[in-house]
């Protein structure tokens, strides 16, 4: 099953549908709309990387005039659904292949007039969108054609796109616009399969083509559009023809095959086969294609915004979702895109660097919301208080200093599951040094402690704001002075020349001595003695101990934020998100089960999950602990979560909906690393099946330094095949046994003893 | 002119009036109500350091049952000017002598009928108060006396009074109660000077007399009141009683006397006279009065709350206004006064010690809001949010550690300035050293700047909580780490076995090295090279930094609270009161006047000023740096703040009003330390005076280890004599001339040039 469908039309949910049937390639996404649609049904074909600023509104992410425009005339009327009266519609994702599809039957005049698109975006040319449009009827009946680009984009924070020029020449339109504040070239052509007349306005350009049809007579044509920027080069404007010129040349359907030949490379490499479960394996799919969609092959200078391509939310920010939720199903299935992801952060290194001296510190201090330059999109004020009207100050920006650990925690999980010793001397070591310098200015000693300590910080709960010591938060410095310490280590060793440029540069020796020593001085919250639970940060426990009822009953508005400086959660335990639980996550080896069992009981009851991010932390916990049914509802809520669509789409009229890559990726994270419980450890991988009651097995490809494996892991059985071009063998342990998997064999645990 | 007059009666002034007209002696005050008024009216008999609590309310001071109730009645209506119709009326205190006067003519029946009382709480008898009270009448009238004890008080988070026992015995009456919390018994005697029926309800007991009065005849009758409780010991049944019957043996006449000599003391003792402005003089001396009503004579285990003893507001608690705004007059003044209340903090000691603990620190973090037992009386939400209603999150409480160190530099005051070195071993080297351990806990060493910082903390311009090195709280710890070590060094010194017994006590010798370390290694913020700025906290200079005019112009509710979490003034530069301003006034001779001037001029436009603690600072900084113009407005500001009553007394329902003993003792600073210029250094007394406009001369006395010195400070000439019964030469200096002035002498200085 690789179709998501939806059948019957109803208004209430196209902001919704934009988000559910979204097509994308990394370079543009465009929402799942309908043809006919304009900006008022938040059509959007989002780029990548491309912002702008207006006044003082915040920057967000340009959309390109929209190219896939098409209508449909009867008797002067446009059909829609939203004003034409409709004997069917179905919407469709393949999401196998990034297939969109839609078909319409509007009765008009007695008759049937069906109309049925499908479209792609394509991921073997970047630049590049196609589409197959057809209108039958089942009377005799004379319409109206129009193929165009409409230049009226919905914004949020725009218009954006200043200077419009729309040119048609024959079968050729162009929708050419420059951006207001960096002055971005933004162009989209469209080539129709068709011979019309030109037209246009002020804000679109079309061709329009009178149809007589026959009753039971098809007319279609295809149309190319492709989308470039000045971002891309010089020339984008003949570029941005060339592409439809030669789409039109290949034609769709040959297009279509490239492109679908990519999306079967994509599932070769990245399926998860779930046995004895048709909805999980559907929504796990479904989760799995919004990665696809996102991934971005083509370059480093861009990343995954936390709301994907899926519209302006969020400012089209890079978030620390991309490192924590979605890279390590890159690293594991597709390496180059997860080195695209970590170069990103090099390429915007300087942002950091900036943000860090504002703050008065040394090092990198990495953006909670990145743009293009990797400056802070993130304003000090931002959610708004439902009392006063007024926007709140909040800590996101200044004190969620976990950022720049997770960006180096995420380098070295890449580097230890890819062996890409090469990255370190293409920047990532760069990066890392610069985030332990970072902590090392940010953290202070404790004289009568004698310990470092890490103050005055914002945790994943962000609920509670400037707190010291977040367990989550010291844990990852004390692992960021280590992943220097270590990674300066390997690039000695493995490529002297590298290592002494970035001495030479960076000047950096002197400061290891005093990074050794914060790391082992450095106050990590540890379990209690007696209760082995650990602490979310200092004084935590004596916060009011209540109910997420108790506290939802003390709400005086539904939408009051619960965080902020007078939250009512910010006084009490209650949290956003997993915290301790996401980092019990982490470094679960170190911690015993039983460490992991009682905090995960401690703090699941507390827990708001007021964050998509965090059900998969509770999912893999559980999953870990043996409690693969505890586990369950979190996997499902997480690989859901896009599909439902249960989330909010809007706070008063702003929109704030789109979809969840970093839930789309804890889909992948709460199956592989918690239900199939494949942990990557120096020396092994491990695998320790947690299945849930319905599961009979769960298969997957894992590449793991460069080399391909297949695991099965059922209930009884674990299956690990090494690809027979696999250069070297690997050690796999599943329950107390290991096996070094050679290339081209399999190895078996049956009830985790050793088969083969 | 010594006496405070109000004429007409003005109903909306009641409030008000309780406070403008108080009463007091430390031991208990009574507000300046009328005789005939309820506890609708605001009647207090509050006394100092008994406090309770009802359900969950906060803790507040216990009003006693009101012994001066007395009402006259004329053809069954009492005669009140709420209600009766009133020819004249006039209130009126004795600020010398303490004594409140009121005199009312009714008119009743087409004559007049004439109220007078006149009434004064005992500086000489703590327990008690005494009243006259005459009725006449200009036609024949017949009357109704009522003299009695109303247990029916007025409290704002009451009732505190249970189990209320009334009984009246021929002319002697009692209430006795006892309060709901800790059980301590409260009871009020009353003994009438005349013969009557005993009367009473459940909650009053009185004594009835009928009067027939011709015209022109007179009647009057005096009144002995007498407040004692369980905390004064055994038998406070008995002793009130015994109190009332002991003055009315000794007659009131007798009474007043030796109650006014008492007055004469403190005037002789304290008394500025300021030539060439009446005004300014009786604001002064308006301001003195009401510390010589709250000066704890009798015991060290009361301080001075901080609305005095006008009401329950603020929780009758004591704040850092004590040792910072009022000790330094009664130190100079009447150091036994000064030692009380020095000694309360170390009574206190193991409240701040259990607050210390409470945070997870050593030493003492003594109380902001300080009760009997030292422990917090603040609460962490206390503001209410215009809003949304609920009470602010606010860090009063848990980040003004500024009040340990207040403490210290306090006692260092003390020490310097009355050699009373014994009160080293009576407690104050105890506080001391729990200050310093305090801070030494609380500070953190930031390795890259090899520097001690103190972070996260509330300095006093509220406005900007959780701040990190306020230069103020800086300051002053390092004042506290010094204060500790000098401390110890002249306890060691002077007085070798109470150094032992303290060192065996409480262990600190190991700790001092490090106390050493911390104050040589801390950072206090200096001024800029440039600008001569010193920054008032990290970053604030960065801050928004618009005019109070345009924060206003912000606000979308007149009573909106601009600080906490989203205040309007947390994210601007806009300060509450003084701070950078307030230190460098405590530290003037560090600094030199171009750095006080620029800092003034830089920090004032953006001070709000809106606590009464603020201005007394502009003033003394100001007429420090020669420019006693600009001081004179904020010292007028202080000195009238209970005279004019211009600032709020209700929140909604709530009372807030009530007296601003700081900013009383802030007038005497503002004339003494800043027009008279006098400062106190190691090793001389300075007096350099900077009198504004109008004043041809400031004359005051003060005591200075235990020797009396009266000082008069002209616009040419400056005086000092030292009295005849002085033992020891003393240095003072004038400009850049010092002279030892012997006993008995008197040194004279004419343009700041020495002539005898």
């Not at 989209?188 to 061709?207: H, K, P, R, Y």
């Not at 400056?375 to 004190?399: E, I, L, Q």
Request: aromatic residues 10%; charged residues 25%.
């Amino acid at each position: 099953m690789w179709t998501f469908r939806q059948e019957n039309f109803n208004a209430d949910e196209i902001a919704l549908n934009g988000n559910r049937f979204m097509l994308g390639n990394g370079y543009m996404g465009f929402r799942g709309t309908l043809e006919e649609y304009g900006r008022e049904h938040y059509v959007a074909c989002m780029l990548n990387g491309v912002y702008d600023r207006v006044g003082d509104q915040w920057r967000e992410p340009v959309n390109a005039p929209n190219g896939m425009l098409v209508q449909v005339l009867c008797n002067g009327e446009m059909l829609s659904p939203l004003t034409s009266k409709v004997l069917n519609h179905v919407q469709e994702l393949d999401i196998r292949h990034g297939i969109h599809h839609r078909r319409t039957v509007f009765e008009k005049d007695g008759g049937e007039i069906t109309v049925k698109a499908e479209r792609f975006i394509s991921h073997d040319r970047v630049h590049l969108m196609a589409m197959k449009y057809s209108v039958s009827a089942s009377v005799p009946v004379k319409l109206v054609i129009r193929s165009g680009i409409d230049g009226a984009v919905w914004d949020i924070n725009g218009p954006h796109l200043q200077q419009l020029e729309l040119t048609g020449e024959d079968n050729l339109l162009q929708a050419k616009a420059v951006t207001g504040e960096l002055k971005h070239e933004i162009i989209t052509s469209a080539l129709n399969g068709f011979q019309g007349v030109n037209c246009g306005t002020a804000e679109a350009v079309w061709m329009e083509k009178e149809l007589v049809l026959a009753a039971g007579q098809e007319w279609s044509f295809c149309k190319y559009v492709s989308v470039c920027t000045s971002q891309d080069g010089a020339g984008a404007s003949a570029m941005a023809v060339l592409e439809c010129q030669q789409a039109a040349q290949i034609g769709y359907d040959e297009l279509l095959k490239h492109h679908a030949a990519k999306c079967e490379d994509f599932w070769r490499k990245s399926d998860v086969v779930i046995s004895g479960d048709d909805e999980a394996q559907f929504a796990l799919r479904y989760s799995l294609y919004h990665l696809m969609i996102l991934a971005t092959r083509h370059s480093s200078a861009v990343s995954i915004p936390a709301r994907g391509l899926s519209g302006q939310v969020y400012k089209g920010a890079v978030f620390w979702d991309t490192e924590m939720f979605m890279l390590p199903f890159f690293t594991l299935t597709d390496p180059a895109v997860a080195r695209n992801l970590i170069l990103f952060r090099y390429r915007t290194l300087d942002g950091a660097r900036r943000k860090a001296r504002e703050y008065g510190f040394d090092g990198a201090f990495f953006a909670w919301e990145s743009q293009e330059t990797g400056d802070d999109a993130c304003s000090h004020f931002n959610v708004p208080d439902v009392f006063s009207g007024r926007p709140m100050r909040t800590y996101f920006r200044d004190k969620q200093v976990h950022i720049s650990a997770d960006v180096a925690f995420a380098i070295k999980q890449y580097l230890r599951q890819t062996g890409d010793v090469a990255i370190l001397r293409e920047g990532a070591a760069e990066v890392i040094i610069e985030c332990a310098r970072f902590f090392y200015s940010y953290a202070y000693y404790k004289p009568g402690k004698a310990r470092y300590e890490v103050l005055d910080v914002t945790g994943p709960d962000e609920y509670h704001e400037r707190v010291n010591n977040n367990a989550y938060t010291n844990k990852m410095v004390y692992e960021t002075m280590n992943i220097a310490l270590e990674a300066l280590d390997t690039l000695r060793l493995k490529d002297r020349a590298g290592y002494d440029e970035l001495a030479h540069r960076l000047n950096f020796e002197g400061e290891l001595e005093a990074w050794r020593m914060m790391k082992d001085q450095l106050y990590v919250p540890a379990p209690a003695a007696d209760t082995l639970l650990i602490e979310q940060f200092d004084r935590y426990f004596t916060l009011e101990d209540i109910s997420m009822e108790t506290l939802k009953s003390r709400k005086l508005h539904p939408d009051e934020y619960l965080g902020g400086g007078n939250g009512l959660a910010a006084s009490t335990q209650i949290l956003k998100q997993a915290d301790v639980v996401l980092m019990l996550n982490l470094f679960k080896h170190e911690y015993g089960s039983e460490v992991i069992r009682r905090n995960w009981e401690y703090y699941e009851p507390r827990t708001e999950h007021g964050s998509s991010l965090s059900a998969c932390a509770y999912a893999m916990t559980a999953a870990h602990i043996g409690k693969p049914d505890w586990a369950y509802k979190f996997f499902m809520k997480t690989a859901t979560v896009d599909m439902t669509g249960h989330s909010k789409q809007f706070i008063g009229s702003l929109y704030i909906g789109g979809t969840h890559p970093a839930a789309n990726g804890g889909a992948w994270l709460a199956a592989i690393f918690g239900f199939a419980g494949v942990s990557i450890v120096e020396e092994a991988v491990i695998i320790n099946p947690s299945l849930p009651e319905k599961w009979q097995s769960i298969s997957f490809p894992l590449v793991l330094r460069g080399q391909e494996y297949f695991v099965t892991a059922g209930r009884e059985k674990v299956e690990v095949r090494s690809a027979d071009g696999n250069e070297a063998p690997q050690l796999f342990r599943c329950g107390e046994v290991s096996v070094n998997v050679q290339p081209g064999k399999t190895a078996v645990w049956h009830n985790k003893t050793a088969v083969k």
